[in-house]
């Protein structure tokens, strides 16, 4: 059994990274979708939320977890008996930080591959930050997350206002 690890920070999840979760579904026999706090990363949702929203928009997906962790993820690869890391890859621009990380986790434990999925190219531009920055300045996200998502993005930008 081939059990996988999807990290990052998911601040939210997108539709870019729901499309790779659901790739990787159908691939492995099983993918945890892991939360990271980054704490270089000013973050819209704590990492509860974060779990919450990914837990609901891959309630359809029977051998997909949602976890969080903190520290190296080579560890937490270890404690979980995972043996592989599922990157998706956007550009060009994602790889030389990609390939660093990659390298870094293999150098900190050899027994873990890493994998990188092309991104859907409807998703290609698309990141968390990027929906964050155009739904603080007013324009739709609806197209870019799940609904779910879009909803609660406006929550908080509505609760920040007030
Ligand atoms: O979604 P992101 O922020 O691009 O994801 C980056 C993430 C969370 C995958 C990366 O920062 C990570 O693996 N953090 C865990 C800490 C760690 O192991 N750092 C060394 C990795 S080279």
Do not use: C
Not at 105 to 110: G, I, K, M
Not at 124 to 149: C, H, Q, T
């Amino acid at each position: 059994m081939i059990k996988t690890v999807y990290p990052g920070s998911f601040d939210p999840v997108t539709n870019g990274h729901l499309d790779i979760i659901e790739r990787a579904s159908r691939t492995f026999d099983a993918v945890v979708v892991a939360v990271v706090k980054n704490p270089s990363k000013d973050a819209m949702f704590s990492v509860g939320e974060r779990v919450r929203l990914l837990r609901h928009v891959t309630a359809h997906l029977p051998n997909v977890t949602v976890d969080h962790f903190e520290g190296l993820l080579t560890d937490y690869m270890h404690q979980l008996k995972a043996s592989v890391v599922i990157k998706g890859l956007r550009a060009i621009s994602d790889f030389e930080y990609e390939f660093q990380m990659a390298l870094m986790n293999r150098t900190l434990d050899s027994s873990i591959e890493t994998l990188f999925m092309m991104t859907n190219n409807r998703f290609s531009y698309l990141s968390s930050s990027l929906v964050k920055e155009v739904a603080r300045l007013g324009g739709p996200i609806d197209e870019l997350v799940p609904a779910v998502v879009a909803e609660a993005v406006e929550i908080r930008l509505s609760r920040a206002k007030n």
